[in-house]
Nanobody, 115 residues
């Protein structure tokens, strides 16, 4: 089992920045993959970025060059630095932990980008 708690969401203007944090209840070194997903109203949940325990990182094409995923192994935290935010980034952002074969989700944090 993994409990995840996200924080850092909020309201920001176009072009602004936010940093999301995800706190895990156990060592993230024991988790196969940590990721950030988002879900906008009326849309399916989609991958934003993920980071494997071995260090491999993936980004959605829509956020490449603007978002950065990182982790602090000592604090069991995973971050999502979001720069140059656009209105289309507005969504609920969820943290995900994959402990093969099970996935765990946080409660989500709202990010709203005003135009």
């Amino acid at each position: 089992q993994v409990q995840l708690v996200e924080s850092g969401g909020g309201l920001v203007q176009t072009g602004g920045s936010l940093r999301l944090s995800c706190a895990a209840s156990r060592s993230i070194l024991s988790i196969n993959k940590m990721g950030w997903y988002r879900q906008a109203p009326g849309k399916q949940r989609e991958l934003v970025a993920d980071i494997w325990s071995g260090g491999g990182i993936n980004y959605a094409d829509s956020v490449k060059g603007r978002f950065t995923i990182s982790r602090d192994n000592a604090k069991n935290l995973v971050y999502l630095q979001m720069n140059s935010l656009k209105p289309e980034d507005t969504a609920v952002y969820y943290c995900n932990a994959l402990v093969i074969p099970n996935g765990f989700w946080g409660q989500g944090t709202q990010v709203t980008v005003s135009s």
